[in-house]
C-alpha cells in the first residue's frame, strides 16, 4: 500500500456553528463580553439559543476551518475531532469530507452530544462565541493515528483543545510523533482568555515542542503579560522557529529568527463576520509553507484566505481559494 502523505494534520474541536446577527445591548443584557469564547453547558446552549434570531447552520470549529481551508487552496489535509454518532455530528462529518479533508475519528456512540457554539455576530462584524463543547472533552491519545501524524509535515493544534486534559494529552502524543519523525508541530493561541487560563502551561509546551505559533495581537501580549506588542514579538522570536502574529485591519507580521515580514490586510473587501479569520489566515500560511513558499508568500496567501472568509458569514471559505489563489496572487 502507498504511504500517505499529508501537508497539514488539523487537531482540535469538531462543532457546529450557529451563527446569528445581534446587537451591543443584547449581548450587555445576557452579561457577554464581545469578541471572547465563552463555554457554557447543554442547559444555557439551550437559553441562549432560545434568545437568538434567525441563524445560519454550518460546520466549524477552528482546526476544522483551518483544514477546510488548506483543502481549498489545494493541500492534502487531514483533521482529528470527536463528534458523537447524531444529527449534528452526521453534519460536521459531511461538510469536512465533502471539503476534501480526510477525516476517519471513530464517533463516540455514547455521552455528550456533539458539540455546537453559537456564534453572535454584531453590526461591526466582530463575534461572540457561546461554546458547547459536548463530545469534543472525550477526544484524547487514543484518537491519535501515529501513522497520519508521522506522515503530515505539519500537525496544527489548536488553543481550544488545551480546556479538557485528554485534549492536552492528545496534543503533547501529537507532537511527540510528530518530531520523531522530522516533522513540525504547529499551535494557535485560539483566544486571549484561553491564554489567561492556561498561561504557564501554553509557555511550557510552546518552548518544548512548538515549531510555528499562530496568535493574534491579543493573545500573544496575554502569553507574555505586556501590553507592548514588540515587547512580545521580541519574547515569541526566541521560542519557535516561526511566529505568525495577527493584528486585524493592521495586517500581520511573520517572524523567523531574525527575519521580520510584514504582510498588509486585504482592505479593498467588506468585512461582514470576522469568525474564522484567523483560522484561514493559518489554513493559508500552512498551505504556503509545506509547499516550499518563503514565509512572506506563504503570509500573503494567508491574509488572501483571511480576506475572503470575513466577506461572507461562516467560518468557512465559500470561494475557492486555489482559483481565488492564481487569480491574485498568481502562486500555485
Known sequence: MTKRMFDTTCIGNAIVDVISKTDDAF???????????????????????AKMKSAIEMSGGSAGNTAAGVASLGGNCAYVGKVRNDQLGDIFTHDIRAAGVTFETAKSTSGAATARSLILVTPDAHRTMN???????????????????????????????????????????????????????????????????????????IEGGVDILFANEDEIKSLYETEDFDAALDAVREKVEIACLTRSEKGSIIVK??????????????????????????????????????????GRIGSMAAAEVISHYGARPTSDLKELLQKKLAVA
Open 27 to 49: 449581548l450587555e443584557a445576557e452579561n457577554l463580553v464581545k469578541n471572547s469564547m465563552n463555554l457554557i453547558d447543554m442547559a444555557r446552549a439551550e437559553e441562549l439559543y
Open 257 to 298: 529568527g531574525s527575519e521580520i515580514q510584514t504582510v498588509p490586510a486585504d482592505t479593498e473587501i467588506e468585512v461582514v463576520d470576522t469568525t474564522g479569520a484567523g483560522d484561514l489566515f493559518a489554513a493559508g500560511f500552512l498551505y504556503g509553507f509545506t509547499n516550499g513558499h518563503d514565509i512572506a508568500t506563504s
Open 131 to 205: 461554546t458547547y463543547l459536548g463530545a469534543c472533552i472525550e477526544l484524547g491519545p487514543d484518537d491519535i493515528d501515529p501513522e497520519v501524524i508521522a506522515a503530515s509535515k505539519v500537525t496544527y493544534m489548536e488553543g481550544y483543545l488545551w480546556d479538557p486534559e485528554d485534549g492536552k494529552q492528545a496534543f503533547r502524543k501529537a507532537a511527540e510523533i510528530a518530531h520523531a519523525a522530522g516533522q513540525r508541530v504547529s499551535l494557535t493561541l485560539s483566544d486571549s482568555f484561553c491564554v489567561d487560563r492556561y498561561r504557564a502551561e501554553f509557555q511550557e509546551f
